[in-house]
Every structure is written in C-alpha cells, then in structure tokens.
Nanobody, 118 residues
Framework: QVQLVESGGGLVQPGGSLRLSCAAS????????MGWWRQAPGLQRELVAD???????NYAMSVKGRFTISRDNVKNTVYLQMNILEPEDTAVYYC????????????WGHGIQVTVSS
C-alpha cells in the first residue's frame, strides 16, 4: 500500500527554522500533487502549501514568503522549508498526496508536531 512518512518536526523558538520531509511510495509520488496541511488545537485543518508534478507551487497567505515547498521526484520526497517561524505556526503537519483530477484518491501521513515557542 501507499505510505507517507513525515520527519523533521520538533520544538523551535520564534524566528527559527525547520525543514519537514515526507518520503512517499514510489508507486504514486511522481503522479500526484504533494502538499502539506496543518491543524492547530481548536482550529480547522488548513492547506499550507502544495506542489504539482511539474513543480508549480501554491502557498497559504499566512506562510507565503516564509515557507518553501519542493519535491525530489527521484528520491520520492517532498520538503517544506519553514523559516521565520511564529507561534501561530504551531500545529500538527500532515503530508498529503492527491491524485485529483486524474485519480480520485488521496493519501495522508500520520502527522508530525511542530511547536514554536520561547
């Protein structure tokens, strides 16, 4: 089956940086849009960023200019470089693979905690 394995989360101070990685199954990675979603306590899940198979990126306004999403189609890995982190970035971050519109399926990782606090 398909699996997505996130790594790189943790605790950082405001203004710090983290890089999240998501290793995906080879069978789907090159054909799916890859993205990162997050959910903070008491808030709704939101899209942070995504990237198409061709490398076109999209960002939430709240992270634009601070976060960078990228993908390596050889290593089957998607990254989220997070800079100038703010306490409001604290959330569980989920790696997501989305086959739409070509394949009406998506896959989610288990999530990884990012905490920004002094």
């Amino acid at each position: 089956q398909v699996q997505l394995v996130e790594s790189g989360g943790g605790l950082v101070q405001p203004g710090g940086s983290l890089r999240l990685s998501c290793a995906a199954s080879e069978s789907i990675f090159r054909d799916y849009i890859m993205g990162w979603w997050r959910q903070a306590p008491g808030l709704q899940r939101e899209l942070v960023a995504d990237i198409t198979t061709g490398g076109i990126t999209n960002y939430a306004m709240s992270v634009k200019g601070r976060f960078t999403i990228s993908r390596d189609n050889v290593k089957n890995t998607v990254y989220l470089q997070m800079n100038i982190l703010e306490p409001e970035d604290t959330a569980v971050y989920y790696c997501v693979a989305d086959g739409r519109p070509n394949v009406p399926k998506d896959y989610w990782g288990h999530g990884i905690q990012v905490t920004v606090s002094s």
